[in-house]
């Protein structure tokens, strides 16, 4: 995944922490394509994990504070992400590397974010703009 103008929302902090979540997959998808080991992919995983938590709460706490009307929908999508995340996580628990974690994190974790990035976020974006006139 190759980050491009194209993803930005408009809001500069969303924007920097898109693009190290961009990174941290492409680091990530590289790693399994180079069957890195079970233990070197572990910590690319929980690094993954964890900033999406934080850069979820980052959006939580600019919709709560701005008042954004979608912001309970927006929060259902981050949860289910969460929730097909952790389960991604426990199948390399479980099994370690294989062609299915590869194909989980293009297949579903990039496909998720580009969706994500393109509709749900695009639209908090153009609402926080908007509310700073």
Same mark, same amino acid.
């Given at each position: ?43 690319? *995983? ?6 999406? &938590? ?7 706490? /600019?919709? @709560?504070?701005? %008042? ?32 299915? *974690? ?6 579903? &974790? ?7 990035? /393109?509709? @749900?976020?695009? %639209? ?10």
């Amino acid at each position: 995944m190759e980050w491009s103008k194209d993803y930005e929302v408009g809001v500069p902090l969303i924007d920097q922490q898109h693009q190290s979540l961009f990174a941290q997959l492409n680091e990530l998808n590289a790693a399994i394509t180079a069957k890195r080991s079970q233990d070197a992919l572990e910590p690319l *995983l929980e690094f993954l994990g964890d900033y999406v &938590v934080m850069h979820f709460s980052t959006e939580r706490e /600019l919709m @709560t504070r701005h %008042k954004y009307p979608a912001s309970m929908e927006h929060f259902a999508e981050h949860e289910a992400f969460v929730k097909a995340f952790l389960e991604m996580k426990q199948q390399f628990h479980d099994a370690g590397s294989s062609l299915r *974690l590869a194909t989980m994190v293009n297949g579903f &974790v990039c496909s998720w974010l580009l969706k994500h990035v /393109l509709g @749900t976020d695009r %639209k908090l974006g153009y609402f926080l703009v908007q509310s700073k006139r």
